[in-house]
């Protein structure tokens, strides 16, 4: 009889002796490819501690945890209580792009191939166009950016500094004689360091030789007013008309 009693008690116990607890540990990648974690998941017994890492790929930074455990630490500990899915979440990284102007002009930006949905994280590919102001012409870009191509693309993967160079038009000022005299030319504005950039200022003056005596202006400059100021913006053509002296002759 208490042989009988022993047995079912064991049984009794046995019976009521439960299987261990396992969780599910499930871990994601936000967006995917930009980084790695360890360990990636699995089942994991209940009361168990885990520590995770996270690493970005290259160009991506490390911004969170989210999900059943949030933290800005790329390191973390978990402790199975239950089934938990966290994500770890990376970022871009992002450069700066610097645009200089010598010159007078801007530069539009056009974003060609976004790394992801902000203008300027890594990856970008950015056309720049050169646009030229008023009596100015597009040269060439400096910096991070060469050559005289515009528009242009550039890959922001790196903090970038870029130059658009303008400089001014320039045009010929042809004087033409016509009798005999020379004309000399004075600036009185020029439109940068160099004579007869577009806006320069010339004052002229015809000069006579011998017996000839100033007359008039023809083609982009007229009247008899000598001296006589041009402006320079496009290209112009001005004769200097000469005319022989007239003396009278008295006789008695």
Same mark, same amino acid.
């Given at each position: 009889?208490? *042989?009988?009693?022993?047995? =079912?008690?064991? =049984? ?13 540990? !499930?871990?994601n990648i936000n967006p995917p490819e930009s980084g790695f974690v360890s360990p990636n %998941? &699995? !089942? ?15 160009e991506y930074l490390f911004q969170n945890w989210s999900g059943s455990e949030n933290s ?5 500990? /978990? ?8 994500t770890a979440n990376f970022v871009k990284k992002k450069y700066a792009l610097t645009l200089?102007?010598? %010159?007078? &002009? ?22 720049? #166009?050169?646009?030229? %102001? ?10 991070? =950016? #060469?050559?005289? $191509?515009?528009? *242009? ?7 970038? #500094?870029?130059?658009?160079?303008? /400089? ?10 016509? %009798?005999?005299?020379?004309? !000399? $030319?004075?600036?009185? *504005?020029? &439109? ?9 200022? /010339? ?35 001005? #004769?200097?008309?000469?005319?022989? *002296?007239?003396?009278? =002759?008295?006789?008695?």
């Amino acid at each position: 009889m208490l *042989k009988r009693i022993s047995f =079912l008690f064991l =049984l009794l116990i046995i019976s009521c002796s439960k299987d261990p607890v396992n969780y599910t540990l !499930t871990v994601n990648i936000n967006p995917p490819e930009s980084g790695f974690v360890s360990p990636n %998941g &699995g !089942t994991v017994p209940s009361g168990q501690q885990i520590s995770i890492s996270a690493t970005p790929a290259n160009e991506y930074l490390f911004q969170n945890w989210s999900g059943s455990e949030n933290s800005n630490s790329q390191n973390i500990s /978990v402790i199975m209580d239950s089934d938990k899915s966290i994500t770890a979440n990376f970022v871009k990284k992002k450069y700066a792009l610097t645009l200089n102007v010598e %010159g007078e &002009g801007s530069v539009t930006e056009k974003v060609i191939k976004a790394g992801v949905a902000t203008d300027y994280n890594s990856g970008t590919i950015v056309e720049l #166009t050169a646009v030229p %102001g008023g009596e100015w012409l597009f040269v060439e870009w400096k910096g991070d =950016l #060469t050559g005289s $191509e515009n528009p *242009k693309q550039i890959t922001i993967d790196k903090a970038k #500094t870029v130059t658009a160079v303008f /400089v001014k038009k320039q045009y010929p000022l042809t004087i033409e004689i016509e %009798g005999e005299g020379s004309v !000399t $030319e004075k600036v009185i *504005k020029a &439109g940068v360091a160099t004579d007869y950039n577009s806006g320069t200022i /010339v004052e002229l003056t015809a000069v006579p030789t011998g017996d000839w005596e100033f007359y008039e202006w023809k083609g982009d400059l007229t009247g008899s007013e000598n001296p006589k100021q041009i402006t320079i913006d496009k290209v112009k053509s001005i #004769t200097a008309v000469f005319v022989r *002296k007239f003396y009278t =002759l008295t006789v008695n």
